[in-house]
């Protein structure tokens, strides 16, 4: 069977390679919705045929139908007095479907080819007319008959190129016909007539509120704008609704028309959105990192293993930006009617407020391979900051953004134990960035992250505006590197102590110590007074103070026996963690014997005094035998009281008796 395949494949092999060969006439159609039908249309005359094929029709179909591939319907084999005609169809109901089921013939038949196809049909102001273009043939989606032949050596590569010969290719649109150039191989039809525009620009500020910000811009030459200056205005003041406001400026030869929303919920920011495109943008997404998490949780709640990885990816993101409101923030922005040129393309800048964080992609023109990782660490700033550029028509963006808070006071508190332990005192204030709900879930959070560390929230309160949050811990080096790593999501492989002789009676210490402590954990924006302190870290072995590490924006230096980097409107994300090689006199050893010394001198005190207590004891006891014995020779007269002596009888002085 295998055997007579092959035999009905080389001969329908030497069919394509006639004199005059087959040729494929393709003719694409479909209505505004993008759904129809490609059919590409073999025919070969029955001479040729003939002459190459000793194979009925009926077992060459019946072959033919084995190799087609699924996305590809053989929806007729015929033959006539003259021609056999065989017809190809691909069905579809979508722009997406047909760039699906092209992809995976292409995918099939190894032809490194993503499907890109353009579609216009326009009749804004800077683009009338229609344009369809695509980056494949009929050729590429007919490979699989020209390989399955030509590998198993059915014919020689010298008469490869005469299998196909393409002399047709039609475009209907809704009925209407539009013919390309017959020397093109693929579809290329562009009939539209372009008004060029400089660029559209999105700048899109999220703010710790949750609202959202937005200002659009169309920047338009002035060799554009003269030419039809009533339609254009005509044009933008139409993509005004409701919501925002338009108005008009000049910047050199550039003519500038600004839409602009402040403090706008999601749905007002769609409204916005989609009255300048005058296209559906779907759904604008905001979600809080715990909605997105447990979205995908119910999405993915069925692999096992793909769910444990996103656990393990989105509580390290969220133990990372404990401090920050994080959300996920999805739109797709359709710009076709900005198309301005043959490329029927329009450059898309996207801005953002730099105080934020973002991490995702953004895809263009629904093109998986055209997109662009988006990676953007938060910073202070004044102006805001290019999240992305494309050249496109369309831009579908996913990320999360970390809203990123202020923080007006960090001091750092580090204290190295003669044992070597590393005592931590941390002490935040965060302005205007919490209200008493936020405040409540984050004290909920910080609970969960520290339960299982040994690590202390000794205070979280509200005063005002200013929330000010009080962290702390005592741990060995190895401690204090996991837990904090464990709590907070950040590696801490540089960290390291190292204490030539560690107990309390040694007299000195040589001490290197690098503190990888990510503080970006609480903001990486600026801070407005920054204080990190190594107490009683010695002297520095160098006579250039400390090794590396701190700010460029900070003064890093020994001061005293501390190590002390200080400074105002520090940027957190600008740090490189300070190593120090130090040597400190044990003042614990000489504190202990001081206390010892006053100890040993207070109870030998105590002891004098309770001696010389004792010996006063003592000598007024004897005192008072020697008076009981002086009273005991004397007797007092019971009628005047004077004294008498013990043998008188009668007073001395009354001269009465003394009974």
């Known amino acids: 069977m295998k055997s007579k395949l092959k035999y009905l494949i080389c001969l329908f092999a030497f069919l394509f390679l006639t004199a005059c060969g087959g040729v494929v006439n393709t003719d694409m159609s479909f209505d505004d919705s993008f759904s129809g039908s490609r059919v590409m249309t073999y025919t070969i005359s029955n001479s040729d045929y003939t002459s190459y094929v000793q194979k009925d029709l009926t077992t060459v179909e019946s072959t033919l139908r084995e190799l087609c591939p699924q996305d590809i319907e053989i929806t ?28 995976n013939i292409l995918s099939a038949e190894g032809i490194d080819i993503v499907p890109n196809v353009t579609f216009l049909k326009s009749d804004a102001v800077f683009a009338k007319g229609l344009a369809y273009q695509e980056n494949f043939s009929s050729d590429d989606l007919l490979k699989w008959m020209r390989d399955g032949i030509m590998g198993n050596g059915f014919v020689t590569s010298s008469y490869e190129s005469y299998i196909f010969s393409s002399s047709y290719i039609s475009l209907i649109i809704n009925g209407e016909e539009y013919e390309k150039d017959a020397s093109m191989s693929i579809i290329d039809v562009n009939t539209a007539k372009y008004l060029p525009i400089d660029s559209v620009e999105f700048d899109t500020v999220l703010n710790k509120d949750g609202t959202i910000d937005r200002t659009i811009d169309v920047n338009i030459p002035d060799s554009t704008f003269v030419k039809a200056k009533d339609e254009i205005e005509q044009f933008m003041a139409s ?10 400026t000049e910047d050199a030869s550039i ?3 600004t839409i602009e929303g402040k403090g706008l919920g999601i749905d007002e920011c769609k409204k916005m959105t989609e009255n300048f495109t005058g296209k559906s943008v779907g759904d604008i997404v905001l979600m809080t990192a715990s909605e997105l998490k447990a979205s995908y949780a119910e999405e993915n709640s069925t692999d096992d293993d793909e769910s444990e990885d996103s656990d393990s990816k989105y509580y390290t993101l969220a133990k990372q930006h404990i401090f920050y409101k994080n959300y996920f923030w999805s739109e797709n922005i359709d710009l076709e009617d900005y198309i301005s040129n043959r490329d029927n393309c329009v450059r898309f800048n996207y801005f953002v407020n730099p105080q934020n964080g973002y991490e995702g992609i953004v895809a263009f023109d629904d093109n998986v391979s055209e997109s662009t990782d988006i990676s953007l660490n938060g910073s202070d700033g004044d102006s805001n900051v290019l999240l992305f550029s494309g050249y496109c028509k369309s831009a579908d963006l996913n990320v999360e953004v970390n809203v990123m808070p202020s923080v007006s006071k960090y001091k750092h508190i580090v204290d190295i134990t003669p044992t070597g332990n590393i005592k931590r005192n941390i002490t935040v204030v965060f302005k205007e960035s919490f209200n008493e709900n936020d405040v409540k879930k984050l004290e909920e959070k910080l609970k969960i992250v520290f339960e299982k560390t040994k690590i202390k929230l000794d205070k979280i309160e509200l ?43 040694v007299s000195k210490q040589n001490i290197k110590f690098t503190d990888d402590f990510h503080h970006e954990l609480f903001t990486a924006g600026d801070v407005e007074s920054y204080e990190y302190r190594v107490k009683n870290a010695g002297k520095p072995i160098r006579k250039s103070g400390y090794i590396s590490g701190g700010f460029d924006s900070a003064e890093a230096k020994f001061s005293g026996n501390d190590f002390v980097i200080k400074g105002e409107n520090v940027v957190m994300s600008h740090y490189k963690a300070p190593s120090i090689v130090s040597v400190r006199t044990n003042y614990i050893k000489y504190i202990i014997l001081t206390i010892v010394a006053v100890t040993a001198i207070f109870i030998i005190a105590v002891l004098l005094v309770i001696q010389i207590k004792k010996s006063k004891k003592k000598v007024a006891k004897s005192g008072n035998s020697v008076y009981n014995n002086t009273q005991a020779d004397a007797v007092f007269c019971p009628h005047c009281g004077t004294k ?16």
């Open 76 to 103: 007729s084999f015929n033959q006539d007095d003259e021609n056999i005609v065989v017809v190809f169809t691909i069905s579809f109901i979508s722009e997406e479907d047909y760039k699906t089921k092209v992809n």
């Open 239 to 248: 993509r005004v609704g409701d919501i925002g406001s338009g108005t008009w």
């Open 255 to 257: 003519h500038i028309f």
């Open 463 to 505: 005063n005002g505006s200013d929330l000010e949050v009080k962290i702390s811990s005592n741990l060995s080096v190895d401690d204090d590197t996991k837990m904090w790593e464990d709590a907070t999501g950040y590696s801490r492989d540089s960290t390291n102590l190292d204490i030539d002789k560690k107990g309390y009676f």
């Open 644 to 659: 008498n002596k013990s043998d008188d009888k009668f007073c001395s002085s009354c001269g009465k008796e003394i009974s």
